[in-house]
């Protein structure tokens, strides 16, 4: 069953330096989306990717974060400059054709900040 | 602005007794979708049913199910015979109208923390 892959699963990193998580979404999926989830919390929405480009982002999505598509498979998220309290568990997800599907998550990578 | 209640954090059960995990949503979209997924110990987040707006029917599948009521905005989840390997966290989550190229975000509930007793 094809299912979404996130590299690394944990990364550590000192305040201040660039990050970069990377996810292979499903294979025919057309819609990408990042998520966090701050360790005991609630899972919370970043950003979403259709055809491209962003499709929508959310209040935490600010000028650190970017996301790019560099090739036909990956979907990356980037934090230029890592901050202590981005320090939490990142999700991938993707899904179909249309919007309104159901979305499929990757495991996630977990990322601590000093 | 839509929001998503799981007014239960935290339920202990003793196994093979059958536990409803409540959700509560609110939005002002006539067409949304709802969802629930678990997040068992190991952290990831799988997916357990989808429903929109417009699919009143609840639906079994196996030792769980569903109860969808637009009246009292509620999506409640039961699980039947509950067994240890149930013992995770349950999300439920809303997705509201699309946006203009379809892509839709998901807004999760704070989720509840199922513990099944052996």
């Known amino acids: 069953e094809p299912e979404v892959t996130q590299t690394p699963s944990h990364q550590v990193t000192q305040m201040g330096q660039e990050v970069i998580l990377r996810c292979v979404p499903i294979s025919n999926h057309l819609y990408f989306y990042w998520y966090r989830q701050i360790l005991g919390q609630k899972v919370e929405f970043l950003v979403s990717f259709y055809n491209n480009e962003i499709s929508e982002k959310s209040e935490i999505f600010d000028d650190q974060f970017s996301v790019e598509r560099p090739d036909g498979s990956n979907f990356t998220l980037k934090i230029r400059s890592t901050k202590l309290e981005d320090s939490a568990m990142y999700f991938c997800?993707?899904?179909?054709?249309?919007?309104?599907?159901?979305?499929?998550f990757g495991p996630g990578t977990r990322l601590l900040v000093l | 602005a839509q929001k998503v209640t799981q007014a239960q954090t935290e339920i202990s059960v003793v196994e093979k007794e059958d536990v409803t995990l409540d959700c509560v949503y609110e939005t002002r979209d006539t067409t949304y979708y709802l969802f629930w997924y678990k997040q068992p110990p190991s952290g990831e987040l799988v997916f357990l049913i989808r429903r929109n707006s417009f699919d009143e029917q609840n639906e079994i599948s196996g030792r769980y199910s569903w109860n969808f009521q637009k009246s009292t905005s509620s999506f409640n989840f039961t699980i039947t015979a509950s067994q240890v390997v149930d013992s995770a966290v349950y999300f439920c989550a809303l997705s509201e109208a699309l946006g203009a190229d379809g892509a839709n975000n998901l807004f999760f509930g704070t989720g509840t923390r199922l513990t099944v007793i052996p």
């Open positions: 997800a993707s899904s179909g054709d249309f919007g309104g599907e159901t979305q499929y």
